[in-house]
């Protein structure tokens, strides 16, 4: 079986930043890219060690720097936070995210100190934010609905976590030391500051911060109408689309005028005849991706999958047996689609107003796993069938998810359901 090569040395990336500043939520973000990738990574953060061990119920006084017992029980939670984090990275984990506040040089300094006594080196990533509006948002969609504040009135908690939030600014020093290795983020990406950065995955990380930002649009995903091997139960292939396979494609234009509104929609296809012509009745100005292309079955393209149990049983049982890692031969794994997904995940993230995706089955699975968080070994057997559109619209902390099925009238089996 190949497996990808890829650097696995392990590697701390701890957050910076005054509460509200979207830490967790850039936190989260590099961990699920990450993950995808195929990089073990997790998140380690202090806050739930806090609440799971002190309780939910601290008002802002807790957090004053000048209140030595609420900075003793914080202190000590963040270092039990850390030894969790050293413990699974020294047990064979990759990337691990230490997402606490970090405010202060000498809070940096002894996290630095602990992870490189294990031989771990850390990467500082701030996040630096001063417009109101932006920081106010994020109070009322993560803060207000977390464990914190369960059943306070929200004007008081708001109140209570202004002054949680004056409490930690009192203490702040920003990033500035420049014997470390950090990443600054101001203003949701609008300026990226790069200091030591070295490797692969630190610089790996550098295009999805730039990218961020914090406009919500819908992501539409949808395989292109039946084609004409989609009826026979063949893979692959590049066949135009069938009668149904036109029918759906008017069906979508309907949808995706209807859900957009005046709103400006980029519709993105692979190079593939079936999804361009899924297309068409939307819109000329389609961008075609190579990336989007559909799993290549290399000496299995053409085949159905009981021709291929027939003729290649070895092929057959070795792909059921791991479907994320088989590579057909002299064509590609979920594992390498995976890999040529990655730019164009960057570009989804640029993208500021709403997308349709009109792509294939295992793209799709590919594709769908990163946005909704899925590990991606399972992301071969996700369903993704003919005719529906997947709606995505991404959150703070997640995304949410409706699905809509636009049949065509007469009704077709999809004989292209899924290798076991
Ligand atoms: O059958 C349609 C199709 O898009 C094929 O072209 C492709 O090989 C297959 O789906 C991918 O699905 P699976 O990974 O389940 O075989």
């Known amino acids: 079986m190949v497996s990808l090569a890829r650097d696995s040395s392990p590697i701390v990336l701890a957050m910076v930043g005054l509460p509200a500043r979207g830490k967790t939520s850039i936190a989260r973000k590099i961990a699920r890219y990450l993950s995808w990738l195929g990089h073990p990574t997790r998140l380690f953060n202090v806050g739930n060690y806090r609440r799971a061990h002190l309780g939910t119920a601290q008002p802002h006084q807790f957090f004053d720097p000048d209140n030595s017992e609420g900075r003793q029980a914080l202190l000590g939670m963040a270092m039990t936070a850390l030894d969790d984090l050293l413990g699974w990275l020294s047990s064979g984990g990759e990337v691990a995210i230490y997402d606490a506040t970090n405010s202060t040089r000498a809070r940096r300094n002894l996290v630095t100190e602990r992870c490189q006594a294990h031989g771990f080196p850390v990467v500082f990533i701030e996040s630096i934010c001063n417009d109101e509006s932006i920081i106010e948002t994020n109070v009322r969609e993560t803060k207000l609905r977390s464990p914190d504040y369960q059943g306070v009135d929200p004007e008081a908690a708001l109140r209570d976590f202004r002054a949680r939030i004056a409490h930690y600014a009192r203490a702040y020093e920003p990033l500035g030391e420049p014997e470390r290795s950090y990443i600054k983020i101001i203003d949701v990406g609008r300026q990226v500051v790069l200091n030591r950065i070295h ?155 709403p997308v349709l995706v009109i792509g294939h089955q295992a793209v799709l699975r590919a594709l769908y796993a990163y946005l909704v968080d899925r590990p991606a070994p399972s992301c071969p057997t996700l369903p993704i069938p003919l005719h529906t559109v997947i709606e995505l619209t991404p959150t703070a902390y997640a995304c949410e998810e409706r699905r809509f099925q636009l049949a065509p009238a007469v009704q077709g089996g999809d004989s292209s359901t899924a290798h076991p």
Request: glycine content about 6%; some cysteine.
């Open 199 to 353: 490797g692969y995955l630190p610089a790996r990380l550098v295009p999805l911060l730039m990218n961020m930002h914090l406009t919500p649009h819908p992501i539409w995903l949808t395989r292109h109408g039946e084609s004409v091997f989609n009826e026979k139960g063949l893979l692959g292939g590049d066949s135009d689309l069938s009668a149904r396979g036109d029918e759906y494609a008017k069906n979508l234009s309907v949808f995706i005028r209807e859900r957009a509104g005046d709103e400006h929609v980029n519709v993105w296809t692979s190079t593939l005849r079936r999804t361009i012509q899924t297309a068409r009745p939307i819109t000329q100005n389609h961008v075609a991706w190579r990336a989007l292309d559909e799993i290549d079955a290399g000496v299995c393209e053409g085949m159905t999958y009981e021709e291929i149990r027939q003729k290649m049983p070895e092929v057959f049982h070795a792909r059921a047996a791991d479907k994320f890692r088989y590579r057909y031969p002299r064509g590609e794994s979920y594992e390498d689609v995976i890999q040529r997904l990655d730019p164009l995940i960057i570009q989804l993230e640029r993208q500021r107003s």
